[in-house]
């Protein structure tokens, strides 16, 4: 899939746990995982608005597209 979630990177450098982040954001644990591992088919801009704010950072920052091999 061509688009990355940046997730990980984003927690690793503010060093906030996954459970935390879902807590703060009103996710479960499993739904953030669900997003970090690339698994999410879609994206509500209020649950990504609710991450920036969180984590303090611009959708991009988030979300990265990749052109596969096929471009």
Same mark, same amino acid.
């Given at each position: 899939?061509?688009? =990355?979630?940046?997730?990980?990177?984003?927690? #690793?450098? &503010?060093?906030?746990?996954?459970g935390e982040f879902a807590e703060?954001? !009103?996710?479960?644990?499993?739904?953030?995982? =669900?997003?970090?591992?690339?698994?999410?088919? #879609?994206? &509500?801009?209020?649950?990504?608005?609710?991450?920036?704010?969180?984590? !303090?950072?611009?959708?991009?920052?988030?979300?990265?597209?990749?052109?596969?091999?096929?471009?």
């Amino acid at each position: 899939m061509p688009i =990355v979630v940046r997730i990980d990177v984003e927690l #690793a450098k &503010r060093k906030l746990s996954v459970g935390e982040f879902a807590e703060r954001v !009103g996710l479960t644990p499993a739904n953030v995982a =669900v997003l970090k591992n690339g698994r999410a088919k #879609a994206v &509500r801009f209020s649950t990504l608005e609710a991450m920036c704010r969180v984590l !303090g950072c611009q959708p991009g920052d988030l979300l990265e597209w990749v052109p596969d091999g096929d471009e």
